[in-house]
């Protein structure tokens, strides 16, 4: 079983790629969505989230983690690493900034462009990956509410178009467009019509390499069955009816999990706090 | 020197209220625009963040805080009043939702309607205290980023007017619309294209709240020149660049305060990580 850890939603197209891929293997998917989005957070928080998540999902019995979100991804790999996956250990935490540098460089004729959240830009990781690779050009802009426009749902309106068209200003120039956050492959229409650029989504990549890892790391997961199960922090009933738009299925029962005494616990019901809040 | 509090920058639009009303006070604002927005956070960090910026206004030598940001004053209001500004204590705290909720009665013929944050929606607080002063019928819609358009600068876009008609929509049986975020006032004009109700910024009466509150309450504020200081936990060079959007003028120097160890204090350089950040 491959745990597959994401802020929220976003992480859903990831692991339809991986799912596509990897028919044969099972997943557990845990989507932070009661306290997402990240992008806006300091780094520290984000490190916060992210050891609680990835110990959640050790402790459900995965022994590989992918990271699905850019944001973690391009701010807390190598902390997750160092401190749950170092040399000997048998779990380990791959991520998806690495394979997206690769992908935009063998894809690129020499101008990269990134979207992403506010984090994932200003941490820089993207650009000083792809600065590992080649020479290219990189220019890269935050585009905060992208993935807020797909969170609602109006991935198809003209509002996405405009609010697409406008974070693409400043960025005529390049001749692929990486898409740094798991949201935006729903907003690919509202891409196709402002640039012509070559739109790239790195999943179908993070996939690919994930099944020649495993192939060289044969002890970190097994063939199961195809299975899925899903956690979330946010209220399942949400995460249920948003998810089919992101992995282009139904899921099946989501587990509830909320922050306790510094780590993720799996909880009954949702608390849903009304009025003031007194303690 | 009367504290104003707000998670961002959305509270200047009450602090200019509060200055043309109360020219000759003197304010200190906090804007919380490091961890900001608020809007989608738990209830539990709203409180500890709330803690730490109060706590930061008594430190300076405010008696009265004003909490200008709706979401914080829905939720963490009383809890603040309990802890820092009990029954003889030298200390006051104010919010912004019942003069909201005082004004909303007051204009309505008989139906509210309200936009705001997601938490802001979520806690009740809004037609709890409507509920309180008269028979309102009131409907209340979440508008996550009709805030996330303001901070963008987008407020003039085609974007904001369609975001502003999208969010109306299931609110067109309304008399008056409150506006229960204070960054929506910078979109009063895509509301005026948007709806015949009528659009009600709390702002102007939550000052004559106040100005009659320290009528009867002379003890916790003295008249002063007018000045005016600002902190932020944000980079306050962006927060010099977006607050004259707000406050309708230019601001003076901005400190910057930080967390640390659960307090905020006051940091000479502001902080950016980038690449993978390690601890």
């Not at 969505?33 to 490190?47: F, K």
């Not at 004729?109 to 990189?138: C, D, F, M, N, Q």
């Amino acid at each position: 079983m491959i745990g597959v850890y994401d802020s929220g939603f976003g992480g859903l197209t990831v692991l339809r790629r991986l799912r596509e891929r990897l028919p044969e293997r099972d997943f557990l998917y845990l989507g932070d969505t009661g306290r997402a989005p990240y992008g806006g957070r300091d780094s520290h928080t984000i490190l916060d989230f992210a050891e609680q998540c990835v110990e959640r999902l050790f402790e459900e019995g995965c022994r590989l983690v992918v990271v699905a979100c850019n944001t973690v991804s391009c701010v807390a790999l190598r902390h997750l690493q160092r401190r749950y996956a170092g040399a000997g250990s048998t779990r380990r935490i791959l991520g998806v900034s690495i394979p997206a540098a690769e992908v935009a460089v063998a894809t690129s004729a020499g101008h990269i462009g990134i979207l992403a959240t506010a984090r994932t830009v200003a941490s820089g990781t993207l650009p000083i990956e792809i600065a590992k690779l080649g020479t290219h050009r990189v220019t890269q802009r935050a585009a905060p509410f992208l993935a807020q426009i797909v969170e609602e749902g109006w991935e198809g309106t003209e509002i996405a178009r405009l609010s697409v068209a406008r974070y693409l200003e400043g960025l005529e120039g390049v001749d692929t467009l990486l898409l740094g956050c798991t949201h935006y492959p729903l907003l690919l229409p509202a891409f196709e019509s402002a640039t012509r650029a070559r739109i790239l989504d790195p999943a179908p990549f993070v996939a690919g390499r994930l099944a020649e890892w495993l192939a060289r790391h044969p002890s970190f997961d097994a063939s199961g069955s195809g299975a899925l199960r899903v956690l979330s922090t946010g209220d399942p009933s949400v995460f249920r009816a948003h998810a089919p738009r992101f992995l282009g299925e139904d899921v099946p029962e989501v587990g509830h999990v909320a922050e306790e005494a510094g780590r993720l616990a799996h909880r009954a019901t949702v608390q849903i706090t009304t009025g003031q809040v007194l303690r």
